[in-house]
């Protein structure tokens, strides 16, 4: 079990669309404030007592910033195929994020993707996959 957690957060604006049978309003292209929460959690302190460094977490989110505002998701390739659901949405930001702090020695992280106030999706994966 961990004992240390950290959880940064950022918002972006980026727009979809549903491609599920009968999405309703949903299957028009519409935009979302998300709220993107990426939770780190480790049993131990790196020599400055930090569980990552948050400098670290910023660039990566920077860079998720960049390539996910005021876009439309549905047209982005790693959208491909897949209905541009608020879980995939967080599974992708999780492979992001792994890929992007692959130093990081913690346990795991998960990524929580807030599609309004009322409703949120996450992704957890352990740092070895």
Do not use: C, K
């Not at 950290?6 to 491609?19: K, S, W, Y």
């Not at 876009?71 to 930001?93: C, Q, T, V, Y």
């Amino acid at each position: 079990m961990s004992e240390y957690q950290l959880m940064v957060t950022r918002e972006l604006i980026a727009q979809h669309f549903l491609t599920v049978p009968n999405p309703g309003e949903e299957g028009d292209i519409h935009s979302h404030r998300f709220t993107i929460e990426i939770e780190f959690e480790g049993a131990t302190l790196n020599e400055y007592g930090y569980i990552i460094d948050i400098d670290l977490v910023n660039v990566a989110l920077d860079e998720i910033e960049q390539r996910y505002t005021d876009a439309l998701l549905n047209e982005l390739p790693e959208f491909e195929g897949l209905n541009p659901s608020i879980e995939n949405f967080a599974r992708i930001l999780s492979e992001r994020m792994s890929h992007a702090i692959s130093e990081w020695t913690g346990d795991s992280l998960t990524v929580r993707v807030w599609e309004d106030e009322m409703a949120w999706a996450s992704h957890s994966r352990s740092i070895s996959e």
